[in-house]
Nanobody, 117 residues
Framework: QVQLVESGGDLVQAGGSLRLSCAASLITLSFTTNGWYRQAPGKQRELVAT???????NYEDFVKGRFTISRDNAKNTVHLQMNSLKPEDTAVYYC???????????WGQGTQVTVSS
């Protein structure tokens, strides 16, 4: 069974940094598009950033210049480096990967990021 396991969420002060990780099993992340999403209380889940099999990255405007998505192919892990964090970045962050050749999306269980003002 494919598993995505996020880690790295924490409580941090505004202006601080966190690095999220997503370790995968039974799926090779470099073969498909990977993404980070987030869901704040009372809000819908939203896309944060994606990385393609070729390493091309895309970011939503609200994180451009602050967040960086990357992938370690040797460790089959995707990371999200988050700098200059703001209270509005508070959310549960989810890792996602597409089943290769399909539009089916695998999800991790999420990791909580809380940014205090």
């Amino acid at each position: 069974q494919v598993q995505l396991v996020e880690s790295g969420g924490d409580l941090v002060q505004a202006g601080g940094s966190l690095r999220l990780s997503c370790a995968a099993s039974l799926i090779t992340l470099s073969f498909t598009t990977n993404g980070w999403y987030r869901q704040a209380p009372g809000k819908q889940r939203e896309l944060v950033a994606t990385i393609s099999p070729g390493g091309h990255t895309n970011y939503e405007d609200f994180v451009k210049g602050r967040f960086t998505i990357s992938r370690d192919n040797a460790k089959n892990t995707v990371h999200l480096q988050m700098n200059s964090l703001k209270p509005e970045d508070t959310a549960v962050y989810y890792c996602s990967a597409l089943r290769p050749g399909t539009n089916y999306r695998y999800w991790g269980q999420g990791t909580q990021v809380t940014v205090s003002s």
